[in-house]
């Protein structure tokens, strides 16, 4: 069987095509005989896999990373929902469940290969065309797991292996899978996109639904049901496009010589992987309030306007490569993402935190960190941090005091206002994981060994490695200079 593209409306068999943009060319390219007879045998898959590369989403779609660039926001195949790298990147974990069904396509087609005079013909026929349809049906769905606190990270990557063998086809919800659901559900915020075929008309493309939830047991009740529904003919969508070569073709006679996109399509993912961190990073300036910006307003668009205008320097790129693909050779002229993101996040005020002990009762005391120093508080040190909730990656950190009692707490992820009979005393937002060259200074959080008291302390790298023993957590903040 030849190579695999997702279907679009309008496809016809021996029909042109760019395999680069995954485009449509020139119709009748090739005359392509035989008869759609009865449905084939299928096969059905039915998997989970933790996802650690973005470009692994894209290609479950079978998207190409042309495609991925210059139809985004353009073309119904690029799904920006479902290849939302905010929400990639800020997660801890992302794991992928798929059920695939597919049937297998015909052999018996003759093709005839048309001669079309045309000046541009690379560009007329495209370099392959469309030999036959595959009909199937493919239910997606990206789980995006992130911890609350970064110190849970190995003990959630371990219940999310344990979680994540309910699904396919032989998979069991055993009292170990929901021991690791409930952890997972505890300690962590889930967003799960779900992307599967559907629709009423078995003659066209189906209709690709994308919803969202949270509940893991609930994914796996919709998967096994899609997965069981294929042995019942319930899934005989035309699902992708079998590609031929029009080398292959007898009567091709070197009429002109096909473009060759193999080093192409393999140079440009480092395109894709850039362009969509720029998609990111749009949503994260626009994320961020416009008074929280150094120089307000007017920074905030001059920085959208660098993402877009860096964001179209791909795209151009890419649409220069379709033509001539040896200039994938030849490096883009973009600001690297990464840097960009530097000059983001130094526009963005922060706040100065100061780090203070309160005392009680039997020469003890418990730490609280807020921009004001408590009438009883004694200053440890300051750092810097965030004072509101919509920066994209910042996590709260919220000390509360119980309304009937001398106890209090310190939470990362969750608002202590949100726990019943506690009041939230003050809170500030942080990066739950290191951000290179911006946020490198660690701060950590101990509970006391006798009172529900709580240490504040400036940590370092073997705070992590090697956890204090009444460790709960750590995370990152601005370095001084980083906010310059």
Not at 30 to 37: A, F, L, P
């Amino acid at each position: 069987m030849g190579e695999l593209v997702p279907y679009i409306d309008g496809m016809q068999k021996g029909q042109g095509y760019n395999t680069y943009l995954q485009q449509l060319c020139v119709k009748n390219a090739v005359t392509v005989e035989g008869s759609d007879g009865p449905s084939n045998p299928f096969r059905a898959t039915y998997n989970s896999k933790f996802v650690d590369d973005y470009e692994k989403l894209a290609q479950s779609l079978k998207i190409s990373a042309g495609a991925t660039v210059s139809g985004w926001g353009q073309s119904g195949q690029v799904n920006a929902s479902y290849l939302d790298r905010s929400e990639f990147e800020s997660s801890t974990l992302t794991y992928q469940v798929e059920v695939l069904v597919q049937h297998q396509g015909s052999v018996s087609d003759k093709h005839t290969f048309n001669k079309i005079d045309t000046e541009n013909p690379t560009k007329k026929y495209g370099d392959r065309f469309i030999s036959d349809f595959i009909r199937g049906g493919q239910f997606l769905a990206r789980v995006s797991i992130t911890v609350k606190s970064a110190s849970e990270t190995e003990e959630i990557k371990q219940s999310a292996e344990v979680a994540f063998s309910m699904y396919g086809a032989n998979g069991k919800v055993t009292e170990e899978v929901e021991t690791a659901v409930s952890r997972i559900k505890k300690n962590t915020t889930i967003k799960i996109t779900i992307y599967e075929s559907g629709g009423s008309s078995k003659a066209s493309a189906p209709d690709f639904t994308t919803s969202e939830t949270s509940d893991l047991l609930a994914v796996k009740q919709k998967a096994d049901k899609f997965f069981d529904d294929a042995s019942a003919g319930g899934h005989d969508y035309i699902l992708f496009a079998v590609l031929g070569k029009y080398t292959n073709l007898s009567d091709f006679d070197n009429y002109f010589a096909p473009l060759d996109y193999s080093e192409a399509n393999e140079r440009s993912w480092s395109l894709s992987d850039d362009f969509t961190r720029y998609q990111a990073l749009k949503t994260l300036i626009k994320s961020v309030p416009e008074n929280k910006y150094k120089q307000g307003s007017s920074q905030q668009s001059e920085l959208l306007d660098g993402a877009i205008n860096n964001a179209k320097k791909i795209r151009d790129k890419v649409l220069t490569i379709s033509d001539h693909p040896d200039d994938a050779r030849i490096p883009s002229d973009h600001v690297r993402p990464t840097e960009f993101q530097l000059q983001v996040l130094r526009a963005v005020k922060t706040a100065t935190y100061i780090a203070q002990s309160r005392p009680k009762a039997e020469d003890n005391w418990t730490d609280i960190v807020s921009t004001e120093v408590f009438p009883d508080g004694d200053e440890n040190f300051r750092f810097e941090a965030f004072d509101f909730d919509s920066l994209i990656g910042t996590q709260v950190v919220s000390f509360g005091k119980k309304k009937d009692g001398d106890a209090y707490t310190c939470l990362i992820g969750t608002r202590a206002s949100s726990l019943n009979g506690w009041e939230e005393e003050s809170r500030l937002w942080v990066f739950s994981e290191r951000v290179d060259h911006y946020a490198d200074q660690i701060v950590g959080v101990s509970r006391s060994a006798v009172k529900d008291y709580f240490r504040v302390y400036a940590a370092d790298q073997s705070d992590i490695d090697r956890p204090r023993k009444y460790q709960a957590f750590y995370f990152f903040v601005p370095t001084p200079d980083a906010t310059y």
